[in-house]
C-alpha cells in the first residue's frame, strides 16, 4: 500500500502537510492513547509509511512495514513529541513532609520527587526518553482529621456547651506532624468559636514557615446536669 494513502495524503503533499498528517494519526493510534486490539499495527504502518516519504518525494510502490519498521521505530518515536497527565493521590501527612513515587513512564521506572508543602493540583512535569512528557498533578487525599484549604488546615474540635460558655483550659489535640498542641478555650467562644494556631498547618514550599492550624469549637450533643445548667445561667446573665 501506498504510503500517501496511508497518510490520507496527496501526493503532491508538502513536507509540512506531511509531518503534520503523521502526528495527526500519530497520536490517534498511539498504544498508550488508543486502546483498540489493531491500534499497535496501525501506529507501526503510519510510522514507517512516514519514515519512507519524508524529505523525499516517493512514486506509487508497496512496502514491507515490517522490516522498515523494525529498522526505523525507535528513530521515529524519539522524534514524536507525546504529552500526558496523570493524578496522583497522596496523603496530607506526604504533602506536609514530602514524598517519593516511582512513575512507570513507557516501560521505565521514573522516581518522582514530591517536595514537602505541594499543594493539591499542583504540577510536576517528568521526561523520559523518546520525548515524552508527563504531567504528574498532585491530588491531597482526604484526611480522616483534618481538612485543607491551600496551607491552613481545619480541625473540627467538640466541646460541651458548657465548655464554651465557661471555658476551658488545656485542650489537646495532636498535630498534622504528631506532635501535641496545646489550646485554651476562653469563656463565651460561642460567640466566636474559631481558634488560630499560627505555624501548625502545612508546611509552605520553599518556604520554612506553614500555614495556620483553625480549630472550629462545635457542640456536643452531652445532657447536661442541672448544676452546669444553674452554672451557665449564672454567667450568661453577667
Known amino acids: 500500500m501506498n504510503p500517501y494513502d496511508i497518510l490520507n495524503i496527496p501526493r503532491t503533499a508538502s513536507q509540512d502537510d506531511i509531518k503534520s498528517a503523521y502526528r495527526k494519526l500519530a497520536k490517534e493510534y498511539h498504544p498508550d492513547i488508543n486502546k483498540s486490539d489493531d491500534a499497535v499495527e496501525k501506529f507501526k504502518e503510519i510510522s514507517t509509511a512516514y519514515e519512507l516519504i519524508k524529505d523525499k518525494p516517493v512514486d506509487d510502490y508497496t512496502f514491507d512495514m515490517r522490516s522498515s519498521f523494525n529498522d526505523n521505530f525507535s528513530d521515529i ?20 513532609n514530602g514524598t517519593q513515587r516511582e512513575i512507570n513512564l513507557n516501560g521505565n521506572n521514573i522516581s518522582l520527587n514530591i517536595p514537602a508543602g505541594v499543594q493539591n493540583n499542583s504540577v510536576i512535569r517528568l521526561q523520559a526518553e523518546n520525548s515524552i512528557n508527563l504531567d504528574v498533578i498532585i491530588i491531597l487525599n482526604p484526611h480522616p482529621v483534618f481538612q485543607f484549604r491551600n496551607s491552613d488546615l481545619f480541625y473540627n474540635y467538640e466541646v460541651d456547651f458548657h465548655n464554651l460558655i ?42 520554612n514557615s506553614r500555614g495556620n492550624l483553625i480549630i472550629n469549637l462545635s457542640q456536643n450533643n452531652r445532657v447536661y446536669t442541672m448544676e452546669e445548667i444553674d452554672k451557665i445561667k449564672s454567667i450568661r446573665s453577667d
Do not use: Q, W
Open 77 to 96: 518515536f524519539r522524534s514524536f513529541n507525546m504529552n500526558y497527565s496523570i493524578h496522583l493521590g497522596i496523603s496530607l501527612e506526604e504533602a506536609f
Open 166 to 207: 465557661c471555658g476551658k483550659s488545656n485542650n489537646k489535640i495532636i498535630g498534622i506532624d504528631n506532635t501535641e498542641i496545646y489550646f485554651d478555650i476562653l469563656p463565651n467562644s460561642h460567640v466566636n468559636p474559631y481558634i488560630i494556631i499560627p505555624d501548625n498547618g502545612l508546611k509552605i514550599y520553599n518556604n
